[in-house]
């Protein structure tokens, strides 16, 4: 089972990446694969570009990476209650290679941040949308208070509810 794991942000030491690599271990014979969103920077979106020189090479890479694994773990970062622009501008060009992005796979959606609220509003926006994505949603779970909830040392979540959410999630596969 190819677990593909990924944090929805560009920062170098992402709490999100961190939180989705700790997820992905927790599928049961899995073969985690990191994916890192740097590897997939492009030009800012646009359609006179796409018109121009087509869908980036970098896009058709990302969507193949989806189409290769059994199970997607994005945690999304929130900025300004939405998705981080890396990401959203992965997502766009992602779309323009097929709008069905997540090629029905099951995909756990998490995300968090240092505040109470966890990234729950990029998380909802996320959840909302993933049907005209084509994203098999097993779970939505946001970790709050990163900092508090998480054993930076031993890379594992010590917030029990989101333990349990998890592990709820997981048997869906
Ligand atoms: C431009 C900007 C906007 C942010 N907006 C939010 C926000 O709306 N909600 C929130 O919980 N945190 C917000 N934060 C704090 C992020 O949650 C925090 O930087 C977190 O570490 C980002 O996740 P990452 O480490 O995975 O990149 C914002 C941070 C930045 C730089």
Do not use: C
């Not at 040392?153 to 959410?165: K, M, R």
């Amino acid at each position: 089972m190819k677990v593909l794991a990924f944090g929805a942000s560009n920062s170098k030491n992402s709490i999100n990446q961190k939180l989705a690599h700790y997820a992905a271990r927790q599928v049961k014979d899995g073969e985690v694969l990191l994916l890192d969103i740097n590897d997939f920077e492009m030009p800012i979106y646009s359609e006179d570009r796409e018109k121009e020189s087509g869908v980036h090479e970098l896009a058709h890479k990302f969507y193949n990476e989806i189409g290769d694994a059994d199970v997607i773990v994005v945690s999304f970062a929130e900025y300004n209650g939405t998705y981080t622009s890396a990401y959203k501008n992965l997502f766009d060009w992602a779309s323009r290679v097929d709008m069905k992005v997540f090629q029905n796979k099951p995909v756990l959606m998490l995300s968090t941040s240092p505040g109470e609220n966890g990234a729950q509003t990029v998380l909802d926006a996320a959840k909302t949308a993933a049907p005209y994505f084509a994203a098999n949603v097993i779970g939505a779970i946001s970790l709050p208070s990163f900092y508090d909830n998480f054993d930076g040392e031993n890379s594992i979540v010590t917030h029990s509810e989101f333990n349990q959410s998890l592990t709820d999630a997981l048997s869906a596969i």
